[in-house]
Every structure is written in C-alpha cells, then in structure tokens.
C-alpha cells in the first residue's frame, strides 16, 4: 500500500540535544511538508519543499533543519536553538505545490525529558 | 500573508443532527479548499475539497459550499454519526503551494 511514514511515533529529548524524526512516502509525490501541531491550534508550517534538493522555509522554521536528499525522504531535525520542543509533529506530501491534497502521516510526538 | 478563521472551536450534536463548520479566509489569490478529518492520535486524512471555480459539492453526506465574493466556506455534514466526531480542519491554498490551516473544530456526535 502507498503511504506516508513517519518514524518513530513517540520520541525524548534531553535539553541541549539535536533529534532528528524520519518521514518517508512511496507515493511519488513531488511535494512534501513539515508541520508542528499544539493542543488546540491547527498546523503551522515548519519547512517545505517542492522537488529534491530544493526547501523553503515556512511560518515556523527556527530552530529545525531539514534536507531533501531523496525524492521519496524529508527528515526534520529540531536543533537545540528550538526552546520550546515539545508538541506534534506531522509530515505531508501532495503530487504537486498547488492545488493538490496533501497526505499526512501519523505522526511523531516529541517530549523534553 | 493568508488568515483562515474557523467557528466553532467545539460543536456537539445528536446523532441525526446536522453539523455546520465555517471558514473565512483573507487572501483572493486562494483557490484550493481543503478539508481534512483528523482523529486522535492520526494524522488528517482529506474527507472533501473545493476548487474556486465551483460554488458547491456533495460527497454522501457532506457538503462544502463556497462564497467567493465573501471569502468564506463552510463544512456540512447531514445525518451524523457517532463515527464523525473527531476535528475538522479547513485549509486554504494559493498557488504559490502553501495551504493555511484553521485552528479545527472538535465535533463530538452523541449517541
């Protein structure tokens, strides 16, 4: 089956460290999105990028990384300089940048030990 | 940049009932429509969308209408269900590729 995957679903972060949350689709979407869910607010967007090699930065993007090595891979790393980490965060692809669906993984929920 | 407000934040029905959910959005570049079903736990999953140049569309029971001169759309969903409650997340796309979310609606069917 085609989907999108987000590793893994619960992760910790001890103060001072980088973490890095895997997403991987099979879809052959060309377009893929990083967004951070709080209790009670919609999704805002962290990165995206719409073709290998290539990312932009969206509404949220300080203090993560990402690289868009593989059409089908698009880790997000939260760095330290993120002080304020903890929350939901979900992946997303569409077959293009404009007017497409966007598929969602389940997710990966990141907590500050 | 564009603002999508959503009403209710909460709603609460009787099976049967119907439930209602508006969206307003502020950009007239927008032209995409989402809107996305999200239950706990999971990641949204698209239950229904919208392009600009059609004012309405059925799906079994939902519905979404859209008023572009108002910038609004709306969310309808007839005959409901315990199986429906979950959040409801509106979006709007331009063409640069962004979708803007609204802050979801939590719908809770009573049986």
């Known amino acids: 089956d085609g989907g999108i995957t987000q590793s893994p679903k619960y992760l910790f972060r001890k103060e001072g460290q980088n973490v890095t949350l895997s997403c991987e689709q099979n879809?052959?979407?060309?377009?893929m999105y990083w967004y951070r869910q709080d209790p009670g607010q919609g999704l805002r967007l962290i990165y995206y990028?719409?073709?290998?090699?290539?990312?932009q930065k969206g509404d949220i993007a300080e203090g993560y990384s990402v690289s868009r090595e593989k059409k089908e891979s698009f880790p997000l790393t939260v760095t330290s300089a993120q002080k304020n980490p903890t929350a939901f965060y979900l992946c997303?692809?569409?077959?293009?940048?404009?007017?497409?669906?966007?598929?969602f993984g389940d997710g990966t929920r990141l907590s500050i030990l | 940049g564009e603002n999508v407000e959503q009403h209710p934040s909460t709603l609460s029905v009787q099976e049967g009932d119907s439930a209602v959910i508006k969206c307003t959005y502020s950009?007239?570049?927008?032209?995409?429509f989402p809107w996305y079903k999200q239950e706990l736990g999971k990641g949204p999953q698209l239950i229904i969308d919208i392009r600009s140049n059609v004012g309405e569309k059925k799906d079994q029971r939902i519905a979404v209408t859209l008023n572009k001169t108002a910038k609004h759309f709306s969310l309808h969903i007839t005959e409901t269900q315990p199986e429906d409650s979950a959040v409801y997340f509106c979006a709007a796309n331009t063409n640069a590729g962004k979708s803007t979310f609204g802050d979801g609606t939590t719908l809770t069917v009573k049986p």
């Open positions: 990028s719409q073709i290998v090699n290539d990312f």
């Open positions: 950009d007239s570049a927008s032209n995409y």
């Open positions: 879809l052959n979407h060309d377009a």
């Open positions: 997303a692809s569409s077959k293009q940048a404009t007017n497409q669906p966007q598929h």
